[in-house]
């Protein structure tokens, strides 16, 4: 049993009293501070013990003590990669002669909700030929992680200028390879439980899922392992940090995993059937909540929803109308679409694209402010309602 400085402390004064002649034991007596002394001593080896005990099974250690603890598995943690893209650099005429557009070349995005935006460093020396108006570059973001993962034709410009070169952009087909970044504790930790999976001799699902997630910037593969494509097939699904996989990214894993499947296996490697479907919500605020605030956590709580779902995870109205009912501000909510919960298959991903939100308040400031949930009239949508105050009813 753990205990705490107060009941160490306790203990000693209790110990002290039966077996010495000390009784003065007053917050100003000198021996009360030496035990005070010692008391601490203990508490701290103690919070040692309940640390090291807690660090010494993957199921509860966390950060460096799991670092530690699966690397004794042969198991380390995905480190965060950076996004690369292909960059399209264009001139408003027909070049005149060759443009070159030097390594580290740096362009940015456009500002995204946050007021963020994310800088792209060319890797390569490319020339924009004579007679031509654009060409392409490869690019990498200047930093790792997903928000580098932005939207096509967001990066527009430049900041390093380069002659005769009027324009950049990120246009179709533009990602090579999505950033990520560094693997969650509990990412590692399902890594590694399942690990033993990996270690019998043929190949089960679960070593499958297993040796995907083990590639960077994959973060969900499900495993379809009933001869999808004839006998002696199986098929990996994965999930890339921005949805479908780049090609590069698939190929990493087939590669990662033909090392390891057994030699009689065909294993291929899928892109997830993306399943998108649009949301329209009516919200119903308190009156003295603000419709820009409201709207706001409406959205995070969506988005939070969403970035949560996994490959063969389907909509369900209650938990996404749970999220949202724990925003500030919102009285009650109605979904119009969808009408019924969406169910996807396994390799399937379902992905919120157009989300609209109608706003309408419900009761009375003077109501709402003081009595949450009390009864009110329903204003029509983007009504307002003034506050009660004296110089509304012109009181004195």
Known sequence: MIKSLSEILDDLMSELVVRTPFTNLNPSAAIRGLLEVIAKVIADTYGLVKTVMQQSFVQTATGSWLDLKVREMGISRKVAIKTRVFLTFTCNSHAAQNITIPTGTICKSQKDSGGNDYRFITTEETVLEEGHTSVQVVAEAELPGTPWNVGQDTITRMVTRVTGIHAVTNDVGFLIHEGSDPESDDQLRERAITKWETLGLGGTRGAYRNWALSVPGVIAASVLDDF???????????????????????????????????????????????????IDLEVIRYADAAQEIVETGVREAIDNYSSHLQLGE??????????????????????????????????????????????????????????????????????????????????E
């Open 228 to 278: 999808p494509f004839g006998p002696g097939t199986v098929g990996v699904v994965i999930l890339g940090e921005n949805g479908a996989p780049t090609a590069e990214l698939i190929n990493e894993v087939h590669q990662y995993i033909k090392a390891r499947k057994p030699l009689t296996a065909d294993v291929r490697i899928l892109a997830p059937d993306i399943q998108t479907i649009d």
């Open 314 to 395: 389907g909509l369900i109205i209650a938990r996404l109308i749970n999220e949202i009912m724990d925003v500030p501000g919102v009285y009650n909510l109605k979904v119009n679409t969808p009408e019924q919960d969406i169910h996807v298959q396994v390799d399937q991903f379902l992905l919120f694209d157009q989300i609209t939100i109608a706003h309408r308040i419900k009761g009375r400031v003077y109501q709402d402010a003081s009595i949450e949930g009390g009864s009110g009239d329903e204003a029509a949508v983007n009504a307002q309602i003034l506050d009660v105050n004296k110089e509304t009813f012109n009181i």
